[in-house]
């Protein structure tokens, strides 16, 4: 009867331990449908085809959601909810909502793009100099998002007093595909946005580059604290994972663009062409690098955007897992 006991025992062991095996671990990941998202959106592709990047590199038993936002502070919102788990976005939001949690819910555990954003106006606007914005509508992705924030505190460098409901300069909020309707029907004056809607602009709206935002963080990869805290091993191997991609997106470009652009038509229903999205590839820097001269950078400019209040220690930002 013991050796019964021990047998029935021992099976039910196995059998929980199967059980315990065959549990998937679920990570949900973020990005936007932008080329400087590019390591979210082939990462995505790649998930889609059932070749994931990520999964390969956290094993079977980890399965990847992937939620797609318009721009940074609808992903900062989902990070609070706890519905997400780690992202793609912009300095902006990312900051924002870092010093609005006390530095308590964000960490960048990489970098992912640098540059890749301009300001444009039309090829046969009257704008010729930086005064000429005055009375001027510009159209920005998102209230607070990063480009929102850049623009706004560019427009305060140059002497113009800009409120979030008008000023000097009128910013207005647009979703990043609504953009080229409002600047080919004089909705807009100019629109300080990203790749590739830059690069679609300058094509279908027969826009010009005014100004062309190089020196500044487009895209961080960030992480909430309480998945680095609960789940530190695979945090550690997806900040690896996503330096990899970086490294295989910069040696084969030609098979990421082709992914990017599949995607970027799966999400948005529009189509890029090669060359556009390959002249948009060119003005972007991706590197997996976090510069902290760039995040003094970004803060000031928080600042300045009216955005940031109070302190802004950012000792607490980065955290390599």
């Known amino acids: 009867m013991k050796i019964k006991i021990t047998a029935i025992l021992g099976m039910l062991l196995l059998c929980a331990s199967l059980v315990a095996a065959q549990e998937k671990t679920t990570i949900r990941f973020g990005h936007f449908p932008n080329i400087t998202h590019a390591q979210g959106v082939v990462a995505h592709a790649l998930s889609r085809q059932g070749k994931g990047w990520f999964e390969q590199r956290l094993g079977p038993n980890v399965e990847i959601q992937w939620f797609t936002y318009n721009a940074g502070p609808s992903a900062m919102e989902a990070i609070f909810a706890k519905s997400l788990d780690?992202?793609?976005?912009?300095?902006?939001?990312?900051?924002?909502?870092?010093?609005?949690?006390?530095?308590?819910?964000?960490?960048?555990?990489?970098?992912?793009?640098?540059?890749?954003?301009?300001?444009?106006?039309?090829t046969d606007s009257p704008i010729k100099t930086a005064a000429d914005f005055r009375g001027k509508k510009i159209a920005t992705p998102q209230l607070g998002n990063t480009q929102d924030i850049s623009c706004r505190a560019w427009l305060k460098a140059q002497g113009?007093?800009?409120?979030?409901?008008?000023?000097?300069?009128?910013?207005?909020p647009t979703a990043n595909p609504d953009q080229l309707g409002l600047l080919q029907s004089g909705g807009v004056d100019a629109v300080w946005t990203v790749e590739p809607w830059v690069t679609r602009l300058e094509r279908d709206a027969k826009a010009r580059v005014f100004?062309?935002?190089?020196?500044?963080?487009?895209?961080?990869?960030?992480s909430s604290v309480k998945f680095l805290r609960d789940r530190r091993d695979l945090a550690k191997k997806i900040?690896?994972?996503?330096?990899?991609?970086?490294?295989?997106?910069?040696?084969?470009?030609?098979?990421?663009?082709?992914?990017?652009?599949?995607?970027?038509?799966?999400e948005t229903r529009a189509d890029f062409a090669p060359d556009a999205v390959a002249q948009a590839?060119?003005?972007?820097?991706?590197?997996?690098?976090?510069?902290?001269?760039?995040?003094?950078?970004?803060?000031?400019?928080?600042?300045?955007?009216?955005?940031?209040?109070?302190?802004?220690?950012?000792?607490?930002?980065?955290?390599?897992p």
């Open 239 to 266: 900040a690896k994972a996503n330096i990899e991609l970086t490294k295989w997106m910069q040696q084969n470009q030609a098979e990421a663009q082709k992914l990017l652009i599949e995607e970027l038509k799966a």
């Open 160 to 172: 113009f007093k800009v409120t979030q409901t008008g000023g000097d300069v009128m910013v207005i």
């Open 211 to 222: 100004l062309d935002d190089k020196d500044t963080i487009t895209t961080w990869f960030v």
């Open 86 to 122: 780690v992202t793609y976005v912009g300095p902006g939001p990312a900051l924002n909502a870092y010093f609005k949690s006390n530095g308590e819910e964000i960490r960048v555990i990489s970098g992912a793009a640098n540059a890749g954003a301009a300001l444009v106006i039309k």
């Open 281 to 320: 590839w060119n003005r972007i820097r991706f590197t997996s690098d976090v510069s902290r001269e760039l995040i003094t950078k970004s803060v000031q400019d928080g600042k300045d955007a009216g955005f940031l209040k109070g302190p802004t220690d950012t000792s607490k930002l980065i955290e390599t």
